[in-house]
T-cell receptor
Framework: GQQLNQSPQSMFIQEGEDVSMNCTSS?????WLWYKQDPGEGPVLLIA?????ELTSNGRLTAQFGITRKDSFLNISASIPSDVGIYFC????????????FGTGTRLKVLA | KAGVTQTPRYLIKTRGQQVTLSCSPI?????VSWYQQTPGQGLQFLFE???????NKGNFPGRFSGRQFSNSRSEMNVSTLELGDSALYLC???????????????FGSGTQLSVL
């Protein structure tokens, strides 16, 4: 099935470090969403982006809608152990298809 | 406000059987989408319903079907189960009013289906 390219696939970081991940698409999107998923649970929405160049924060999380509309970025500042999980991006084109395409996920592990 | 509720939480079936999963969206949300999540394939779109009509469908065989009721609750059915159908099935709802900000997806905890 169709998926967005998300990188890195996984990362181990020390508590307190900043984290960056990104998502790229071959298609233009009108909406980007970022989610966090804990094991055995559904994804939880972190940030939603609707305009090219938009920069939105949610606590220590900041996400940006790329100006080409084909990519998006998520940054986590001063990571803490509870940031552990899988982060997914999701994009949707404005072509009336009503479906989101999800990234392959970034697995984050924080070392205390 | 209650979130998206999926039942059952866990399900074990054998090959050839059929299964029905249920999803109750957030109150006021009219769109319900279903996704299949497996370690190898990630999150794959199954279908989306709005006002009891399927608006879009992913690339899954006809064994996968769904429906939406007038109260926006949705069910998905998988017939003639195969081993490869083992996955976490996620339901997501959105308000969908035509405004982009109302098209965010909110997920339930999922139904973990194991096919033996």
């Amino acid at each position: 099935g169709q998926q967005l390219n998300q990188s890195p696939q996984s990362m181990f970081i020390q508590e307190g470090e900043d984290v960056s991940m990104n998502c790229t698409s071959s298609s233009i999107f009108n909406t980007w969403l970022w989610y966090k998923q804990d094991p055995g649970e559904g994804p939880v929405l972190l940030i939603a982006l609707y305009k090219a160049g938009e920069l939105t924060s949610n606590g220590r999380l900041t996400a940006q809608f790329g100006i080409t509309r084909k990519d998006s970025f998520l940054n986590i500042s001063a990571s803490i152990p509870s940031d552990v999980g899988i982060y997914f991006c999701a994009g949707r084109a404005g072509d009336g298809t009503y479906k989101y395409i999800f990234g392959t996920g970034t697995r984050l592990k924080v070392l205390a | 406000k209650a979130g998206v509720t999926q039942t059952p939480r866990y399900l074990i079936k054998t090959r050839g059987q059929q299964v029905t999963l249920s999803c109750s969206p957030i109150s006021g949300h009219r769109s319900v989408s279903w996704y299949q999540q497996t370690p190898g394939q990630g999150l794959q779109f199954l279908f989306e319903y709005f006002s009891e009509t399927q608006r879009n469908k992913g690339n899954f065989p006809g064994r996968f079907s769904g429906r939406q009721f007038s109260n926006s609750r949705s069910e998905m059915n998988v017939s003639t189960l195969e081993l490869g159908d083992s996955a976490l099935y996620l339901c997501a709802s959105s308000r969908y009013t035509g405004a982009a900000s109302n098209e965010k997806l909110f997920f339930g905890s999922g139904t973990q289906l194991s096919v033996l």
